[in-house]
């Protein structure tokens, strides 16, 4: 087993590679053995080695060295100069009379301030242009719709004129396009631009992050901030639909016939706000937290199927439960019970079960073709198909559904967002014009992502299949070597925690894999699980597991706050 991606393997250290880690070196930040402490310390005798036990690592600040004086530390801050200084420079003429602070007080405020702008960055600034990506991606689609609605009334038109116009006809409709593809071009320049501005804002992110996690004074007072012009928001680019106007059949054609005015493109640099952003109180940024090195089962629920598919939690208390039959099971987590159930209106049993934001349970039949709401009792079907059938459905942020479906020959698959029963957004091919997904009678589930991500764990592919809100493809995630059984991946059910990992079940594994949001694996749970097959986290980070082997729910903690 790789000791780099097993959390089940000990630390070694860096020097030998082979003992186990018991101190480490906060001035180089490298893990040593006993053995080695020595080695290290000489092998570099110009620098002051701090060495500490390794679980005490980065506890020793790492104070700026002297510009002036090569070998001396600053410990202290000219706050006139705004310079670390030394003892020695404070022994100078050069700053008699000058306020002096302890450096660690200016460190102190200096990471307050980044990690309000970082804060800023991430829950403000970010997210904003996120929005505004979205908001010009939903003009592109709606252009496309209103110039082909502009060509099918050209076309319309033209049908009731005579062969000899139908030279006119083709050079109105080749305006169209050239004015389609010219908003086109320019609304995708725009937008080019505004996703090379969230990736600067993103890196600028990740390296603050990095200043903010190391001790290193230097780093800290390296960074700079560039939050005041991420604040300009780009200009707001609304196109303006040509009219078609058809005129009477008589006298010259061409004037008759109809013309297309100008379209227009015009910028509004007041067109965006920033999103407010939200105050600590709300939630809105999660604790961090970190992986467990060992997973812990917390209890198990034994739910009476003889095969045991979905689970979906409605509380920190209560758990939906589906399994082979018609009967959908409400659980006590902490007495095991059994609380209510409710039978699917058509009487086959559900594909799958979700619980949606104001805590209604939802479930898709595949047989009957529906996707059914259960409110107070009472069962309401809000999306009917036709020439497909549902698999899988989750309930998203925005209180919207998502659902994958395949067609009734079973060589198509598609994510389709609902807003009520309206279809609000197709997800079936890349950019490429290939498939998504994969065809054919296999188990496919869907979850969104904290950060708006789409996730598919396609069986029939062997992959989880990751887009992005618009349903670009990001990554496909097609599992780790060694796996626990050594056998094919095999995901089933999908499931994304507070700090966007993305869970998914394998079943011939007899694991669930977290793999990061960029599809990044981290590691197993493997708390001796039966046929894993759905997934769900209530909002502590719980993991619930069904598994399909033995009818039971088995409720997992795999997180902790970070210390």
């Known amino acids: 087993m790789d000791p780099r991606t097993s959390a089940q393997d000990v630390m070694r250290c860096d020097l030998c590679e082979t003992a186990v880690v018991q101190m480490h070196c906060d001035t180089c930040l490298v893990n040593l053995c006993t053995a080695c402490v020595g080695k290290h310390m000489i092998s570099d005798q110009s620098k ?10 980065k506890s020793t600040p790492l104070y700026p060295g002297c510009k002036t004086h090569v070998k001396e530390r600053c410990e202290m801050y000219c706050n006139q100069c705004d310079i670390p200084v030394c003892v020695t420079c404070l022994t100078s003429d050069h700053h008699l009379g000058h306020k002096l602070l302890k450096v660690l007080q200016v460190l102190n405020e200096k990471k307050d301030k980044i990690i309000k702008e970082q804060t800023e960055l991430n829950e403000t600034i970010y997210p904003t242009y ?106 707001k680019i609304v196109p303006s639909i040509p009219k078609f106007t058809p005129g009477k059949i008589q006298g010259e054609l061409r004037k008759l016939f109809g013309a297309l005015s100008s379209s227009t493109l015009t910028s509004d640099k007041h067109g965006y706000s920033m999103k407010t952003q939200k105050s600590p109180d709300t939630g809105s940024s999660p604790p961090v937290k970190q992986l467990l090195d060992e997973p812990e089962t917390v209890t198990t629920i034994d739910t009476g199927y003889d095969n045991l598919y979905n689970v979906a939690c409605l509380s920190d208390e209560e758990i ?9 099971k409400l659980y006590s987590i902490n007495q095991g019970s059994l609380l209510k159930s409710i039978r699917t209106k058509s009487g086959y049993k559900p594909s799958d079960i979700a619980v949606t934001k104001s805590g209604d349970l939802v479930y898709t039949e595949y047989i009957d073709r529906t996707v059914n709401i259960v409110k107070n009792e009472k069962i309401e079907e809000v999306i009917r198909l036709q020439n497909w059938k549902p698999l899988s459905v989750c309930s998203t942020s925005s209180g919207d559904l998502l659902v994958i479906m395949v067609s009734d020959d079973d060589k198509q698959s598609k994510v389709v967002c609902y ?41 029939g592919a062997r ?20 796996a626990p059984k ?33 599809g990044q694996f981290l590691r197993y749970i493997d708390c001796g699980l039966s046929k ?30 970070k210390l």
């Not at 609000?424 to 869907?446: A, E, H, M, V």
Request: aromatic letters at 6%; proline letters at 3%; glycine letters at 4%.
């Open 48 to 57: 002051k080695h701090e060495i500490v036990p390794f679980t005490l690592r």
């Open 130 to 235: 996120q929005d505004i990506a979205s908001d010009v991606q939903n003009r592109m689609s709606q252009l496309e719709k209103e110039y082909g609605d502009l060509s099918i009334a050209i076309t319309k038109h033209g049908e009731d004129w005579h062969r000899e116009i139908d030279k006119l006809v083709k050079k109105l409709k080749a305006e169209v396009d050239e004015m389609k593809n010219t908003q086109l071009q320019t609304l995708q320049k725009h937008l080019d631009e505004i996703n090379k501005k969230m990736s600067d804002i993103k890196d600028e992110i990740d390296s603050v992050d990095v200043a903010v996690d190391s001790n290193n004074i230097s780093m800290l007072f390296s960074v700079t901030s560039e939050i005041d012009r991420h604040k300009n928001l780009p200009v």
């Open 320 to 328: 939906w439960t589906s399994g082979e039959d018609s009967t959908m």
């Open 419 to 459: 807003s009520d029963s309206t279809e609000k957004q197709t997800i079936q091919f890349d950019d490429k014009g290939k498939p998504l997904y994969s065809t054919g009678r296999y188990n496919r589930y869907i979850t969104e992502n904290r950060n708006l991500d789409i996730c598919v764990s396609d069986k």
């Open 463 to 482: 992959a989880v299949v990751v887009v992005n809100q618009v349903g670009k493809l990001r990554f496909r995630y097609t599992g780790h070597t060694p």
């Open 486 to 518: 050594n056998k094919p991946f095999s995901p089933i059910g999908i499931i994304t925690d507070s700090q966007s990992h993305i869970l998914t079940s394998d079943k011939n594994n007899y694991c669930v894999h977290i793999i990061d949001q960029d």
């Open 532 to 561: 894993p097959w759905g997934l769900c986290t209530d909002k502590n980070d719980n993991l619930f597991v069904a598994q399909y082997g033995n009818g039971q729910v088995k409720k997992i903690k795999y997180l902790q706050l």
